[in-house]
């Protein structure tokens, strides 16, 4: 079997990946499946469709685990490309980004405040100190996020070496 690894970069910068394999690509998910489900292997999966995802298993899964998610595509008859991301679990994606929403929200929210206390000639010491804090948190997270990046690239790595396993069966 030929395989063909196409990387931007270093893959724990850019987590997106493109895997060219010379195989049918039914054959291929097939076999994915079967290994995914056999008791050889440990990790948490689920298979929808042509997508695949794969979690660290429980006992070692923290907050900031990745997840790896990949689609086979056909690319002829005896040719397929696996193209995959690696990523932070949807639990953790929808927590991230619902708090991001909440912080601009509030930053549009003060800034209006301060515009309208302004306007009226009142003080505008408690939304100036409003709108200072908020990219202060924006900040505090962002470097939540890279800490947890961080924290998550050994099991990435793990990830990738599993799945490189499985290909080159």
């Known amino acids: ?4 690894e196409k990387r931007n970069s ?9 895997i060219d394999i010379k195989e049918n690509p039914d054959e291929l998910l097939q076999r994915i499946t079967t290994y995914l ?26 907050f900031w ?8 595509e056909e690319v002829d008859e005896n040719s397929s490309t696996l193209k995959g ?24 929210g003060f800034a209006v405040f301060a515009y309208v206390k302004h306007r009226l000639g009142e003080s505008l010491i408690f939304p100036i100190a409003i709108l200072v804090a908020l990219p202060l ?3 505090l997270l962002y470097f939540l ?20 396993t499985i290909i080159e069966q």
């Open 1 to 4: 079997m030929n395989v063909q």
């Open 10 to 18: 270093d893959f724990f910068l850019r987590p997106r990946f493109s």
């Open 37 to 62: 489900k056999s008791d050889a292997c440990i990790y948490r999966s689920r298979v929808a469709e042509r997508h695949v995802f794969i979690d660290i298993p429980v006992k070692k899964s923290h």
């Open 65 to 72: 685990s990745p997840q790896l998610h990949f689609e086979v």
């Open 85 to 108: 991301l690696f990523g932070p679990k949807p639990q953790v994606w929808t927590l991230f980004m619902f708090v991001h929403f909440v912080v601009a929200t509030l930053f549009l």
């Open 137 to 139: 948190i924006w900040l």
């Open 145 to 164: 996020g890279s800490i947890g990046k961080e924290t998550g690239k050994g099991q990435m790595k793990e990830l990738h070496d599993l799945l490189i």
